[in-house]
């Protein structure tokens, strides 16, 4: 149990002790004062159960206004999601109208709209390089806005995107070593990387990468963006023919225990929110105990003054 005002307590602890100590004074003079007169008052310390119910009553009020409240296990759909999203040059292709880059665009808000506010959303723009754009962050319209600013530019590095992702969801650095070596980032079982990409990597570290979100227990459900029958695209002056990689995008999902989704149209990639499923978990939430604790306190109130009318006429 925690408490947001402990002065409050102690403050209130000393006037129900007061309170407490100013009842046995009094019950002992005027027990003796009784005695003194050759008078026998029956009941025994029964005859004090008023008096016992209002200070207890007293007390529990005391607890109530510290603001109390015990830390209960509630199950929600929660976590981080960041959305990686491919802009190499290859995602202008037109195969998905309009282009490659807007349709995910598109599916990508589609995805952020169907998150709940317990979900914090990154954003990661990736090529040969990978960029985060928007921290993880409960408010959305922060992710909506990196996802509008997207543009097509330079090649393309699964690897990176996967670091980079990761990178965003730890809050340090996550980079694999020009040995090979994997870093060790600990285990974040409700972190997610929803990557949008057409699959044609020319980076390394591609394996790596993914195994480290592996062991991490980071999920990589991977977005097919693209047709295997492919477009032209215009770089440079020069046309290059592009066509969607599956076997990469499966590849990822499957080693990461992620999923992959095939998008080949526009009317597909909007169903993408609706298939990607976030894990539900366990996080211990406040909750608040002094209005049960005030409802006690003004039983007990009400019962020791009834009692105290009941016995002597008087309310104290």
Known sequence: MTLSSPLLLAVGLLVTAALAW??????????????????????????????????????????????????????????????????????????VAPTRLVAAQRAARAFVAAQPDSVDIGVVAFERGALTTARPDADHSIALAAIDRLKTTGGTSLGAAITASLTAITGKQVAIGRDGTAPDIGYWPSATIVMFSDGQNQGPDLERAAAVAQKAGVHIHTVG??????ATVRVDGYRLQTSLEEDTLTLIAQTTGGA???????????????TIDLRLTVSDEPLPLAGALIGLALALLTAGAALTVLRSGRVI
């Not at 050759?38 to 004090?48: D, F, I, P, S, T």
């Not at 963006?225 to 492919?230: D, I, L, P, Q, S």
């Not at 992959?260 to 609706?274: E, M």
């Open 22 to 95: 100013a009842a046995v004074v009094s019950a002992r003079r005027r027990a003796a004062t009784l005695a003194a007169a050759g008078v026998v008052v029956a009941g025994g310390r029964r005859a004090y159960l008023g008096s016992g119910l209002t200070i207890a009553g007293v007390a529990v009020l005391a607890i109530a206004t510290a603001g109390p409240a015990a830390m209960v296990p509630v199950p929600r759909t929660a976590g981080t999601v960041i959305l990686a999203i491919d802009v190499s040059n290859s995602m202008g292709a037109d195969d």
């Open 225 to 230: 963006v693209g047709t295997t029958a492919g």
């Open 260 to 274: 992959y989704h095939p998008a080949s149209d526009a009317a597909r990639l909007d169903q993408i929110a609706d």
